[in-house]
């Protein structure tokens, strides 16, 4: 799906969130559990449930990988649920010497089908240019990090002055276009947002934090729209695990609802 279709989905429906599908098979209801693929049903389940309230679904590959083959499987099964009105995002934070992150970008674009898949710039510019290649794909660089080891590197001062994630937005906002580049900036660095907009003006902003991680949806709308809304807020426990009951799904729709009003109310301010 190209961005700009990503920007109408968004300005006909009044929604920018992103419901994340981060489905621990430990957390999902104890009804479940017992199925055959349980973690495929959940996921079908709160797709249905959610579908009118967000733009897109993120699968943090990393729920997956660790049930082995069949993790890989229900991947791409819970992929082929999501109706194409909707923008897939593999967060998987790939990026590797340029030959590898080749085979990455071919696995997630190709393979698989998404989107757009997050990767990390900490290996530079050939670890993202074989991403950015897929000219209509959508790859989305860590710039700055909701959690709080993003003070270890990310909000550290170089000699210049500007801070790490400073640098990589600048340097790497070359190397794409808003067209086929976005960056991660995290709802629970809210303060940060007016410079990240400084820096990347046109860029969409993939922003998880809110829900779990205690960010707030009104401050990432202050700061951190542009005039495109440029933004896709992401939540994942707070929406799909909004219930961990047999009425899981009602629960999670009551949370991406609600969302979806607080964003609806929002654009319109
Ligand atoms: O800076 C980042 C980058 C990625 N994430 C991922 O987003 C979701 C957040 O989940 P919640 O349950 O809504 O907290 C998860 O997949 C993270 O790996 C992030 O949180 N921060």
């Not at 947002?193 to 709308?221: C, K, T």
Request: aromatic share 10%; glycine share 8%.
């Amino acid at each position: 799906m190209s961005i700009k279709s990503l920007i109408d989905h968004i300005k006909q429906k009044q929604s920018y969130l992103c419901v994340g599908l981060d489905t621990d098979d430990q957390k999902i209801p104890l009804h479940l559990r017992s199925q055959k693929d349980a973690v495929l049903a959940f996921n079908k389940a709160v797709i249905d449930a959610t579908l009118d309230h967000c733009v897109s679904y993120k699968i943090n590959t990393a729920f997956y990988e660790s049930m082995g083959i069949r993790g890989w499987e229900i991947m791409q099964e819970t992929l082929e649920h999501i109706p194409d009105t909707h923008f897939v995002i593999a967060d998987a934070k790939r990026g590797d010497i340029g030959n590898t992150s080749a085979q990455y970008a071919k696995t997630f674009f190709e393979a698989y089908g998404f989107d757009a898949v997050t990767v990390a710039p900490y290996m530079g510019e050939d670890s993202i240019r074989p991403f950015l290649e897929y000219t209509d794909k959508v790859t989305i660089v860590l710039g700055l990090t909701s959690n709080k080891g993003a003070e270890d590197f990310e909000l550290q001062r170089l000699q210049s002055g500007e801070f790490v994630y400073e640098r990589v937005l600048k340097t790497v906002s070359g190397w794409g276009t808003p067209q086929n580049l976005m960056f991660v900036a995290g709802a629970t660095q809210a303060k940060e947002l007016v410079n990240i907009r400084r820096i990347v003006p046109d860029h969409f902003l993939l922003v998880p934090g809110v829900g779990a991680q205690g960010g707030s949806l009104q401050e990432v709308a202050a700061y951190g729209s542009n005039k495109d809304i440029g933004l896709l807020v992401n939540a994942s426990r707070a929406v799909i695990y909004a219930s961990q009951a047999e009425d899981f799904s009602q629960a999670a729709a009551k949370a991406a609802r609600s969302y979806h009003d607080e964003m609806r109310a929002l654009m319109r301010s």
